[in-house]
């Protein structure tokens, strides 16, 4: 977990020289945090992936691809459960997340304002 948590500050480094606002960066810490954890836990197997942190005009995109063809599962979860809420939960908190089959695996996306609508 250590390196995960390596990558989320990498992140919101990225995320503010992209000019993102603190809310911006706390949700792309959140979107690595997730997305990362979802490798680690369903891609045993092979936890190689490869994190991208873009700029799409007013939009940052963060994007983790990994070597699993199996759908992210994001339903509302059985609240007394463990785990199975975290890419739900994030789902509501982004502008929109999704995934595309990216050859033998996956890439899995979210998309956030780079700034909140009262920071504009």
């Not at 997305?35 to 963060?62: F, M, Q, S, W």
């Not at 509302?76 to 990216?102: I, K, N, P, T």
Request: charged share 30%; proline share 3%.
């Amino acid at each position: 977990m250590r390196e995960i948590e390596r990558w989320r500050a990498v992140a919101a480094v990225v995320v503010q020289r992209l000019g993102g606002d603190a809310e911006a960066v706390e949700l792309a810490r959140l979107g690595v945090s997730e997305l990362l954890c979802n490798v680690t836990k369903h891609v045993a197997y092979d936890p190689r992936c490869r994190l991208r942190i873009t700029r799409e005009g007013e939009i940052v995109c963060v994007s983790v691809d990994d070597h699993s063809p199996q759908e992210p599962k994001a339903g509302v979860a059985d609240w007394s459960s463990e785990s199975g809420r975290g890419l739900w939960l994030l789902g509501e908190m982004v502008q929109e997340w999704g995934f595309a089959r990216r050859g033998e695996g996956k890439s899995v996306w979210l998309r956030f304002p780079v700034a909140s609508r009262g920071a504009r």
